[in-house]
């Protein structure tokens, strides 16, 4: 065995890819908040990531720099820090600021991971098993 043994990956405790979370939670109290947070937790469980902390915007008006998203991207800046996931594109902000915030999390040179690319379609989907009417008394 040479050297060059020492360098195969195969052989070397790899650790999961370190990503860091950003929600957008205006509405809701911490109950919400922990499931949001559980939301991005069981991803990347499942996706081998390692969830490093979770930045949150709580203001209705955010800025394209608020605190959180510093935050977010003083994280992203470190070494081995591979990308920001989210639950949806909503949660980097309104749609004023989420091209620009795009924008800067792709200068960091790390991925943004969205959990839920396209916003769910308006379009009524029946939920299996429960008749029409029960449905219906749910929604008002």
Known sequence: MGMDDD??????????????????????GPARHAALVGCLTEYCRQH????????????????????????????????????????????????HVVSERQRQIGATGTRLIVIRPFRPTTERVPLIGVSPGLQAQGDT
């Open 7 to 28: 360098l195969i990956t195969e052989r070397r405790s790899v650790a999961c890819p370190q990503v860091f979370g950003h929600l957008r939670q205006v509405t809701g």
């Open 48 to 95: 081998e990531l390692t969830l490093c902390g979770v930045f949150t915007d709580r203001e209705a008006m955010v800025a394209v720099r608020s605190p959180a998203f510093v935050g977010l991207l003083d994280a992203l800046e470190l070494p081995d820090a591979y990308g920001a996931v989210v639950p949806a594109l909503g949660h980097l902000g309104p749609k």
